[in-house]
Structure formats: C-alpha cells, structure tokens
C-alpha cells in the first residue's frame, strides 16, 4: 500500500505541470489535446510493439478503451481551455471538483451505495474552491470550463478503473489513447471550424513541449495512476490529484508572477483541499489495518 501512494504522489508531481505546458505552448486548447493523446498512444505503442508487452484486444473489446480515451481527450480540451480563458491557477483548482464528482457519479455508475464520508470530504473541497473565488466573475468562463473539465476526468477515472482490473496497466493506456485520438477526430473538424488556429501543426518549440508533456506528463503520469487503481478506488486517486493545484501554483507564481492575482482567501481554499486530501488518507490507512484485503474504506 506504501508504495502505491508513492506511485500515486509521484504523479501527482508529474500532473503539477501540465499546466504550465498548457500556458507555454501556442496552439489552441483542442489542437494540444488531440495532438497530446495521439502521440501519447503511438509513442506507448511504439515502446510496446518493441518489448513485446501489449496485450492483444479484439474489435468487442475496444469500445471502452475508446469510451476512457474520448473522455479523457474532451477532459484536456476543457482543461486547457479553462487555463488559456482564465489562468493557470484557475484551472488546476477547478479540477479538484474531480472527487467531488467521483463521489457522486461512481456510486451510480458501479451500482453500489453513496458513501457519506466522501461526500463530506468532496463537499470540504468544493468548500475551498468556493473560498478561493468568493463568487468572482472575472473568471467566469475559465471556472465554467474548469468544472466541464472536472466532470469529464471523473468518467475517465471511473472508467479506467474498471479497465485495470481486468488489462495490464500498459495496455490500457495505449488503447485508450489511440481510441480517444480516433474518437476525437470528428470532433476536433466541429471545434477547428469554429475556433480556427493560426496553425494547425506545432512549431519546433512547441513540438518540444509537446514531447515532454507526451513523455512525463501522459505516459509516465498515467502509467503510474493505472497501476496505483489497482489498490485504491478511483475516488482516493481523484481526491489525491487535489494536490496537484498546489504544485501547479507554486510553479505559475515562480514562472508567471501569478501570485500578483492571488488573495488570501485563495490561499485559505488551498488550506481545505489539502486537508480534505490528508483526512482521506488518514480514513483509507485505518480502514486497510482493520481489513487488510479492503481496497478502500467504503468496502469495496
């Protein structure tokens, strides 16, 4: 259990900059997503064909790969979006409503019972956010998509999670990003349409950022949280994710000055998020020494 939440704070690091990624690089926020999951698949492809670790799927078996990959493609687009509307920080605190959502939608979607103590937990969370803006307009569309992009993280956890207990790790990150990349494509002919960029394929400086941000930030980041949805529920991942504001904003106010933009009730907010992390990991510790075969504490 130790080393899944290592795994799972690791990525939560490697998460903390995609967000400055989504600030650095130019094109506009459906461009950088298809473009982030279509060579996040074939670069894991790549490396799989070579290693020989890609377990084969059949035609049946690849619409829920595609299911996960759509929603977690339409996820960057609201979330990119939401960065270059608004700001980097808006952005990452918009996503953790993810646990928020979690806890309402997992319990539907598995067929199982609502779990009070992660309602409450989510319910802190959004609490914080709530504190953070203090019903400030000025963000009004960037929050708007930054809760879009939430929603849709959510049913790609859920998702996911069921697809690791049944795949290897590897695999379904591949599948899911090439499905999502197909998946995506009438929908990016839509979006172009309306939204046209200057430029449809990156520069040199943007292809590098792209290729850093496909490398650590996707696939790394990825592998690990599959791996760790093995152990822990996807509410206890989504919930832990919360952290990734706080590295995301110290590295948006070192690069951007963002801290110029930022109140004391922004802080406070943060206060909440992260003690709504800390009070889920403490809850998930007792309940895996009362009983250690649980995967969590609603007693899955």
Not at 48 to 76: N, Y
Request: include cysteine; charged fraction near 10%.
């Amino acid at each position: 259990m130790k080393k899944a939440f290592i795994k799972l704070h690791i990525s939560v690091i490697l998460a903390g900059f995609t967000g400055i990624f989504g600030k650095l690089i130019t094109l506009n926020e459906g461009l950088l997503a298809w473009y982030r999951i279509a060579l996040a698949g074939l670069f894991l492809l790549l490396i799989l064909t070579l290693t020989r670790k890609l377990k084969r799927i059949s035609i049946r078996e690849a619409g829920p790969f595609a299911l996960a990959g759509f929603f977690i493609g339409l996820h960057w687009i609201f979330f990119y979006g939401s960065i270059k509307y608004a700001n980097i920080s808006v952005g990452v605190v918009c996503f953790s409503l993810t646990g928020f959502f979690t806890a309402l939608l997992a319990p539907l979607i598995n067929r199982q019972k609502f779990s009070w103590s992660e309602l409450s937990l989510s319910l802190l969370t959004l609490a914080g956010i709530l504190l953070i803006f203090s019903f400030d307009t000025h963000y009004r569309l960037g929050i708007g998509l930054g809760v879009i992009s939430s929603l849709l993280a959510s049913l790609f956890t859920i998702s996911n999670e069921r697809l690791a207990q049944k795949y290897p790790s590897e695999s379904v990150l591949v599948y899911s990003m090439l499905g999502g990349a197909l998946a995506l494509v009438p929908v990016m002919v839509i979006y172009c349409s309306y939204f046209p960029s200057v430029t449809l394929v990156p520069g040199l400086e943007d292809f590098g950022y792209l290729m850093v941000l496909v490398v650590f930030c996707t696939v790394l980041l990825y592998l690990l949280q599959t791996q760790v949805l093995r152990e822990l529920s996807a509410f206890t991942v989504n919930l832990s994710l919360n952290l990734e504001p706080v590295y995301t904003i110290a590295l948006a106010i070192l690069l951007y000055d963002e801290n110029r933009e930022l109140s004391p009730a922004f802080y406070m907010g943060l206060g909440l998020i992260m003690l709504s992390v800390l009070l889920q990991m403490i809850l998930v510790i007792r309940a895996r020494k009362q009983k250690p075969g649980v995967l969590e504490m609603t007693g899955r």
